[in-house]
């Protein structure tokens, strides 16, 4: 057995940047370095300006966006059409030239970037809507399409998509549907397992699966589409999404409420399940710290929707999408009356028109990007019994007192799917609390039964650390479907499935 | 090549049983006979009274309930625990001695009835409902539950099971999710693969892959679950089910209307999505002669709803599901005022209490049994654009008209989903009618983009028509999958994938 000092004096040289506490896999020596043949092919198929080979090029796609993984990718290509990523990926099996699909780069465990020197396939020159069908409200759109665009298109034929999340100002419906995100709107329209109707995906010999349906039922068969829906580009490339999208509401509500304690968030948010009943379209929190960290970074955007209030520790937001105002109206009504009358909070205020629902909801979603502009982050998005879900929390708070007293540890989320994002924010990321914070936070979990990955996704950041949510059986049946799509693996390697 | 006579030669060895015009595939040589050593074991592994043996015992066994797929099976097992299922399964991998899962047998594709002497592993013993947490809705309960007593158990603690079907009194929830069941709450509340939160599984080798999560959001690797919902028990046998349940909505309307024309039908429709919105939970529409085989089947239960009105070629059932009975009331009584003033509909009825829902449902969930005690019928099953959706059965009735006048080609189904349920009945099966519908009505639903199996799924009916809906590489794909985890194909053979 190894000492844990031969470990880590081995592992200084895997680090993701010179600098980086983070451990990078080594590269798999199996797979071909790029050599002036393959860029020659590569530019036959997607044309010259569409291979991307200098620095400057090259540099946000190499690097996530929290600066915590890059990559050394020398080569990107921006394939146009289905087809065109048909034949680079029949060449790349052929050549064992590993491959990381790219969408909007928005992932947080790394996902998205390669590890080594991956061939990078940008899926951004895909981005066009196929067709829309207002009466069913089946959408079919390219992959690169992103998703605030595809929602806009969306409203202004009076429907919306099913998904809704903070960076869908750059991200890809196919880079969605690949990490199953979840999301806001998760609440009210359920899973993406539930409501993508088709997929078109490449897969790793080339292969072109047109699984494309737009109907709504359609039993026939193994429902192959399901397999790479959260896979992560690990066993197929998405090229185009059909998913059946709601009719945009006649009438939305957003409240934001001040309330004292973990525990009344929670008896609002049975109450509120209650009393709103079908209208409910989200439930989220968030608790002082994070609100602050957005009312510093966002000064000149955002002020406190409650002034009168005393900073209090808990925020809740909540929406309802309904059909009829004057319905929907008199259901919240009621409810904050009641919310009032019965002490649950300390102060709150309704959305009056559309500028200030956004303006609320711009507080809750501009949480994440706040906190990563206060420092570098760790980040755990953890599905656990709404009951318990703060107590991680403050016990990582705890933990890091005594050693870092400046780590800012938050939580927030979407606590009507028992969501928490739990961050923890220092001046630089020091393996001193990589390894107080790691693998406690994935063994806290796994002790009252939740998820190590409740939307973010598994990435290069948590495959060894899978079998704290997912049993053996589970793993080796993930490696048999690999083997079987992907006998190459040349698919997003490093990711997704342990080593 | 085989002339055509050739074949029909060949096949007549293989009818299900004497009389029947449907052919069986081959017994395949690789499949172990059983013997007494295997009963043995059986016996051993399940108890000996659980272990079938006599022709009384096997006979409803062996037969699906139409009468028209029955196998020669001479065993069946009744476990009664997950263990057991993963013994039983060890050892028929190991012996190579093939199964078919079967739950509550009322499928109408042969999908749950052995095809020659497969072992019947009956799931009726594993009944229990394991736990329900009332905050989260979450029920976990044996694959062997029956859909109506999980239901009446969540009704009592307020909630609802979210698929509801006209064989809920006999089918199992493990049925329900391994054929993908659709019902009449699926417009509502979805498809299976959003609501299925987690599943234990017994895979072919008798290993036991526990993925019961009962986490709304898990984005933990690949979704594994996914695969065994709608693939027939071919590739695992589900031994537990973990549902997200919605709540018992505090109001219901049901509305029975009597309409003059298919299009009338469909503009009601698009008026009721729009006007109802979010608490619209089924639509479903019958003709004219599938409601009249239920007054004539049916004579002493169901009185005509709208008895001033002489009969109509079309009729809509609709209901609605909310939280608020007067706003819902109101949203129901402004669309029916708008009906009336539209011309839309002839007559219509709304239910004043819950019997009245009943009977209203009545008759609609009575369809398929009333034709069935009529007669010996096909079915088909399909999904198309709803556009298009009463042309096939027009079609269909004036191809037969010339050659089997009393032919009874009715449609009926669930309109709010696009899905079709087109039924033939005849005095008999006869190869006549046989070969003028098939593969007529798969070619005719192929051409317009639609599915062949909108939820009844494949079977031993339509593998080798599956071509019709799926592509040669998604078919590759299930290939694949198969034989990564059912290696021997012991699970359910002849049946989902085609030979």
């Not at 539930?194 to 072109?208: D, R, S």
């Not at 004292?260 to 439930?283: H, R, V």
């Not at 929707?305 to 929406?319: D, H, I, K, M, N």
């Not at 990321?429 to 939307?455: K, Q």
């Amino acid at each position: 057995m190894k000492s844990k000092n031969e470990i880590i004096g081995k592992t200084t040289q895997n680090r993701w940047y010179a600098g980086s506490v983070f451990i990078k896999p080594n590269r798999k020596s199996e797979f071909k370095q790029l050599d002036g043949a393959d860029i020659k092919f590569f530019e036959q198929v997607v044309g010259k300006s569409h291979v991307l080979q200098s620095e400057s090029d090259l540099e946000s796609l190499n690097e996530d966006w929290m600066g915590k993984y890059r990559g050394n990718s020398k080569v990107a290509v921006r394939p146009k059409t289905t087809e065109e990523v048909s034949k680079l990926l029949a060449y790349c099996n052929e050549h064992r030239i590993a491959v990381v699909p790219q969408g909007g780069n928005t992932g947080l465990v790394g996902g998205s970037v390669p590890v080594h020197d991956e061939l990078i396939l940008s899926m951004s020159r895909m981005n066009e809507i196929r067709s829309f069908d207002s009466v069913s409200g089946v959408l079919v759109a390219d992959a690169g399409s992103i998703l605030h665009n595809v929602d806009e298109y969306l409203m202004e034929r009076d429907h919306i998509f099913p998904l809704d999340l903070g960076a869908k100002g750059s991200c890809h419906i196919g880079g969605n549907v690949s990490t199953n995100a979840g999301g806001i709107r998760f609440l009210r329209y359920g899973s993406l397992h539930g409501n993508v109707l088709g997929l078109e995906v490449v897969l790793a010999n080339g292969e072109i699966l047109n699984a494309l349906s737009t109907l709504r039922k359609d039993n026939t068969g193994y429902d192959v589409k399901q397999l790479f829906i959260g896979s992560e580009g690990s066993l197929g490339v998405i090229t185009a999404v059909s998913v059946l999208c709601p009719p945009r509401p006649k009438s939305v509500n957003v409240v934001f409420l001040a309330v004292s304690s973990f525990e009344k968030c929670q008896q609002i948010m049975t109450a509120a399940k209650q009393q709103l009943g079908e209208i409910l379209s989200a439930y989220e929190f968030l608790d002082d710290l994070s609100f602050q960290m957005v009312l510093d970074v966002h000064k000149d955007r955002v002020r406190n929707p409650l002034p009168s209030q005393a900073s209090t520790p808990f925020y809740v937001l909540f929406e309802t999408h309904g059909s009829n105002q004057d319905h929907d109206k008199s259901k919240v009504d009621s409810f904050l009356e009641y919310l009032v009358e019965s002490g649950l909070i300390e102060d709150g205020v309704v959305s009056q028109d559309e500028s200030q629902a956004k303006s609320l909801w711009f507080i809750r979603e501009s949480v994440p990007e706040s906190i990563n502009k206060t420092g570098k982050v760790y980040k755990y998005d953890i599905s656990i019994p709404v009951a318990k879900m703060y107590d991680i929390v403050l016990d990582i708070r705890e933990r890091l007192a005594k050693v870092h007293p400046d780590a800012r540890v938050s939580g927030y989320g979407h606590m009507g799917d028992s969501n928490l994002h739990l961050n923890i924010c220092e001046p630089a990321y020091t393996s001193e609390t990589l390894n107080i914070v790691e693998p406690y936070v994935y063994e806290w979990t796994s002790s009252v039964g939740g998820s190590i990955s409740a939307e973010h996704g598994i990435g290069v950041m948590k495959p060894n650390h899978l079998h704290y949510s997912k049993s053996p059986v589970a793993i080796e049946v993930m490696k048999g479907l690999k083997r079987s799509l992907d006998p190459n693996g040349i698919l997003n390697p490093y990711k997704t499935v342990p080593l």
